[in-house]
């Protein structure tokens, strides 16, 4: 879905959204005035930022990294003075020419230069694990697919704003249950991403681009994921990411109800 900045604003603010995702390909082309009266448009609906999505590819290519990590300071003063904290980005679970460990290495080196850019400006950046089985045969070499494996690299980077992108399909397709859940420092979730799974697979059978609206089929226990999260005390961002065709042919307005319904419904059952 993509919408002009204000229609996107007014719109999630009349469905009931809290928080919007930081476009910063939008942001960029604005003027220091031009933010600030957005921002004030922002705060009067009172609305609170989501993560922004790193804005390069850190995996692959030394010199693409080197042209977005020295590029990545004006973004942070950018996200800054519209009072953006949080930034996020996904761990591919494999890799076509890096082992296990050399991968690791490269995730630990760049993403903690990332962190370190950030971190003068008060954004935290969260990790992701990609957790569908299916997507393991994608490549020559495995790597993170799991919170475990992913704890592993968070603790190597050892930097104070590096913590957890948490995705409840991802979660599920992992094998993990709420007692993982109950092992995190609240305060090291960056956010939480709330999708469910497909009728008809089993949870190795799933497909990372085929999804469901949070709650819709009723396959992930949601119920449990987010009555952990408020228990253990966190209090970010909560989106949908369902990548689903048939939600991505409606109309804007349909999409944002449709997923607004869902969303709702999940947070009610959580609360019983």
Not at 82 to 97: A, E, Y
Not at 114 to 128: D, Q, T
Not at 180 to 206: C, F, M, S, Y
Request: hydrophobic share 40%.
């Amino acid at each position: 879905m993509s919408m002009p900045m204000e229609p996107l604003l007014k719109m999630a603010a009349q469905y009931g959204f809290k928080s919007l995702t930081p476009d910063l390909s939008k942001y960029r082309k604005l003027s220091q005035e031009e933010r600030k009266s957005y921002m004030r448009r922002f705060k009067n609906y009172r609305m609170s930022w989501d993560a922004a999505g790193v804005p390069f590819d850190f995996r692959n290519d030394e010199k693409d990294f080197k042209i977005g990590i020295n590029k990545l300071v004006v973004d942070a003063i950018t996200l800054q003075s519209m009072g953006v904290t949080r930034m996020s980005t996904w761990i591919m679970p494999t890799h076509g020419k890096f082992t296990y460990r050399e991968n690791f290495e490269l995730h630990r080196e760049r993403l903690a230069e990332v962190a370190n850019r950030l971190l003068p400006y008060g954004i935290n950046l969260g990790l992701e694990y990609v957790g569908p089985k299916t997507l393991m045969a994608r490549d020559k070499f495995s790597f993170i697919r799991t919170m475990k494996e992913l704890t592993e690299l968070i603790t190597a980077i050892d930097m104070p704003n590096v913590g957890y992108q948490l995705d409840a399909f991802h979660w599920y397709c992992a094998g993990e249950t709420v007692e993982d859940i109950k092992a995190l420092d609240p305060k090291k979730i960056v956010t939480v991403d709330l999708n469910d799974a497909k009728e008809g697979r089993t949870a190795d059978e799933q497909l990372d681009w085929e999804r469901e609206l949070p709650g819709k089929s009723g396959i992930i226990n949601l119920q449990g994921f987010l009555s952990t999260l408020r228990e253990i005390g966190y209090d970010g961002p909560v989106r949908a990411e369902p990548f689903n065709k048939a939600l991505g042919e409606k109309d804007n307005r349909a999409a944002i109800a449709d997923t607004a319904h869902w969303m709702k419904y999940c947070f009610v059952q959580a609360s019983e």
